[in-house]
């Protein structure tokens, strides 16, 4: 990379720290431990077969792409001796090494090095972006293949490129097949562009059109399971309704999340930033500044059309799913920062950025703590079940047997008898895992048939039972118990179970 000024010394500092995050990534602890409670759903989707694969994410509130590409890498992890844990892992850094060679290269040309260094540095502390990095869920390819989509957006209003088009197309129905909020932010960039086409370009409707299209017809094989599953939203869905902390939080979110005094104080720096280049970009060519300020309003049209969507149909608003978007504002916001020209405006504009990469930072590293401490005590939970031979699991929640379907085959384990889960149906299950079966009222005197194992209890919420429990950890709703021995002598009573 050829350096021709300061800021392209700072861009390179930014790269050469990039280069060291990309580097923990791989050697981080995080990589041997559960950081989110929904990666055991991920890594137990990944040891069914393809159908059943497509089958249980159509019941689910996601789209299928992840779950296959996931599939994949265990499948080729697996072959040279991979954990499937670590496969997973490489999987979400993928994105991210993807990205740092298109900064390198394309936005590096059209942009500068400034923009293109601090950009993928950003993407390594800033918001949930480390953590989403590796975590074994569909973020980090949503993120990609948004940022693509994007950049075929400015593509076309720079060049007017039809192969452009051609990849807008794709990327914006591959990020509706890898999730939803990724869908909203091509949709959001689709109307951007309407606006400029009506604005600047009206002879380039008929393409505009012809693309949406395009991207319609790609996702058709989707639509009856989104239909399916937007009824099921509808009828029920755990997310809260939106309120003044959340929409604070979703503005500040590219900073940082669950706070609202430093969502507060972000919104107001993002509003500073967009102000003073406004002001610096005066008398500039107007289908530039549109260009540059489209990431912004890419990141803001997401938040506003998933409000709209939370007050119409159902609340759908969960910060970390604006990820996406939030990495178009970081490129926004990266080229906005090296287009200043003014002297006193770049420097008040360096020095709230360093506040935000300052917080970035310190949040990245509490958060990988936390996520750290958490691994590692659910590790040793489930170590002291799979490698104990009088342990016994019972997960009394139809929901979570395919959060832990995998260890169906590792333990004892009893599953409550269902009709289905996610669209499976219980016998189907049985022909793919070895696991037993109790009925829902039976659950004490299960255990009370069981009393010499040590029992332990994976479910949504303390569990509802006669007998006494220890809590042992609690993730997002999710409780690991374990039953404390009695002391009775009694004859235990007569329960009805299946073994298959």
């Not at 590796?134 to 693509?148: D, G, H, V």
């Not at 009824?231 to 604070?248: A, E, K, L, M, R």
């Not at 990245?364 to 750290?372: F, L, P, W």
């Not at 042992?472 to 690991?480: A, E, K, M, R, Y």
Request: net charge neutral; charged share 15%; hydrophobic share 50%.
């Amino acid at each position: 990379m050829e350096i021709t000024s300061k800021r392209d010394i700072f861009g390179m500092i930014f790269f050469a720290l990039s280069v060291i995050m990309l580097g923990y990534m791989f050697l981080t602890p995080l990589n041997h431990y559960i950081m989110h409670i929904d990666e055991y759903f991920s890594m137990s989707l990944t040891t069914l077969p393809l159908w059943d694969i497509i089958n249980v994410t159509s019941w689910d509130v996601h789209p299928p792409l992840y779950y296959i590409l996931g599939k994949i890498a265990v499948k080729i992890g697996g072959a040279i001796g991979m954990e499937p844990i670590h496969s997973l892992r490489i999987l979400s850094v993928i994105p991210y090494i993807i990205i740092m060679a298109i900064s390198a290269t394309k936005i590096r040309k059209d942009y500068g090095l400034l923009s293109a260094g601090l950009f993928t540095f950003a993407l390594a502390v800033m918001s949930e972006f480390f953590a989403h990095f590796l975590i074994a869920r569909m973020y980090a390819w949503a993120i990609l293949f948004t940022l693509i989509a994007f950049i075929s957006f400015t593509e076309i209003i720079k060049n007017n490129d039809k192969k452009a088009w051609i990849m807008l197309s794709v990327f914006s129905a591959l990020c509706a097949y890898t999730h939803y909020f990724a869908a909203i932010s091509a949709a959001c960039i689709y109307l951007i562009l309407l606006a400029y086409i009506m604005k600047f370009e009206k002879d380039e409707l008929r393409m505009w059109v012809m693309s949406a299209i395009a991207a319609a017809v790609l996702y058709i094989p989707w639509m009856p399971s989104l239909l399916r599953q937007l009824t099921q939203v509808h009828g029920s869905y755990w997310i809260p309704q939106v309120n003044s902390n959340v929409f604070i939080n979703a503005l500040g979110y590219y900073a940082y999340a669950n706070d609202v005094i430093i969502g507060l104080v972000a919104t107001i720096i993002l509003v500073v930033l967009l102000y003073i280049y406004t002001k610096d970009s005066e008398g500039i060519d107007e289908k530039e500044r549109f260009l540059v300020l489209s990431g912004a309003g890419v990141y803001l049209g997401t938040i506003l059309l998933s409000i709209i969507i939370s007050v119409v149909f159902k609340p759908i608003l969960m910060v970390r799913y604006l990820l996406p978007a939030t990495a178009v504002m970081w490129l926004a916001i990266s080229i906005i920062f090296a287009k200043i020209k003014n002297r006193r405006m770049f420097m008040i504009s360096a020095a709230l950025i360093a506040i935000l990469l300052v917080v970035g930072i310190a949040t990245t590293v509490a958060t990988n703590d936390e996520m750290y401490k958490n691994g590692v005590q659910q590790k040793e939970i489930l170590d002291n079940i799979t490698n104990d031979p009088n342990s016994m699991l019972i997960i009394p929640s139809q929901n979570m047997i395919m959060y832990f379907f995998d260890y169906a085959g590792q333990s004892d384990t009893y599953f409550l008898n269902v009709g289905h889960v996610f669209g499976e149906n219980m016998d189907r299950l049985h022909k793919l895992q070895n696991f037993n079966t109790f009925n829902g009222n039976d659950i004490d005197k299960l255990i009370a048939n069981n009393s010499k194992k040590n029992i332990y209890i994976i479910s949504w919420g303390e569990p509802v039972l006669n007998t006494t429990t220890e809590k042992l950890d609690t993730q997002v709703g999710i409780v690991f118990s374990k039953v404390k021995p009695t002391n009775t002598t009694s004859a235990p009573a007569e329960v009805e179970y299946s073994e298959e």
